[in-house]
């Protein structure tokens, strides 16, 4: 599980380079298909994350801060990187003792839903691929090369 992190956060960084080439306009132009712009998706990926796992730690689920606060590659950077050290340590604990222990919470109709931290884990990871996948798209259709996000050769298993 904590090597699909890894793969993840390099993929991740290696998109945060990416932007340095982009115009911020392209960054901040709203796409179809996907959640919005190439860096609200980035930005969605980073709060995701955050979110579920302070879930699973035990912390209150924080609010989604507003975007606009965040409209630049720099702060999205630097909200990734405040996040990834929040998380690291808990993602690199994992234990397969883990995997079924019950998540709690209460949905904004007032619906409880119960996941297994294990499953969550697996939506986490899944859900930045899915994102990744949309920034590809975009990518392409700005004339640019996307990030490769081949698993191979990232030095994850040696």
Request: hydrophobic share 35%; aromatic share 12%.
């Given at each position: 599980?904590?090597?699909?992190?890894?793969?993840?956060?390099?993929?991740?960084?290696?998109?945060?380079?990416?932007?340095?080439?982009?115009?911020?306009?392209?960054?901040?132009?709203?796409?179809?298909?996907?959640?919005?712009?190439?860096?609200?998706?980035?930005?969605?990926?980073?709060?995701?994350?955050y979110s579920?796992?302070?879930?699973?730690?035990?912390?209150?689920?924080?609010?989604?801060?507003?975007?606009?606060?965040?409209?630049?590659?720099?702060?999205?950077?630097?909200?990734?990187?405040?996040?990834?050290?929040?998380?690291?340590?808990?993602?690199?604990?994992?234990?397969?003792?883990?995997?079924?222990?019950?998540?709690?919470?209460?949905?904004?109709?007032?619906?409880?839903?119960?996941?297994?931290?294990?499953?969550?884990?697996?939506?986490?990871?899944?859900?930045?691929?899915?994102?990744?996948?949309?920034?590809?798209?975009?990518?392409?259709?700005?004339?640019?090369?996307?990030?490769?996000?081949?698993?191979?050769?990232?030095g994850l298993?040696?």
């Open positions: 599980m904590q090597k699909l992190f890894e793969y993840n956060w390099q993929v991740r960084e290696d998109w945060f380079t990416w932007c340095e080439s982009v115009p911020e306009e392209e960054l901040l132009k709203e796409r179809v298909g996907g959640i919005g712009s190439i860096l609200y998706t980035l930005f969605h990926i980073v709060d995701v994350e579920w796992i302070c879930g699973l730690q035990g912390d209150p689920e924080p609010e989604e801060p507003p975007f606009d606060s965040y409209a630049s590659l720099s702060k999205v950077r630097e909200l990734s990187e405040q996040y990834h050290k929040e998380v690291e340590s808990f993602i690199t604990s994992w234990s397969d003792e883990m995997e079924n222990l019950q998540l709690t919470e209460v949905g904004s109709n007032g619906k409880t839903f119960t996941y297994r931290y294990g499953e969550v884990m697996r939506h986490v990871i899944a859900h930045e691929i899915h994102h990744i996948g949309q920034l590809s798209i975009w990518s392409r259709e700005i004339g640019r090369q996307p990030v490769t996000a081949n698993l191979i050769d990232r298993f040696e």
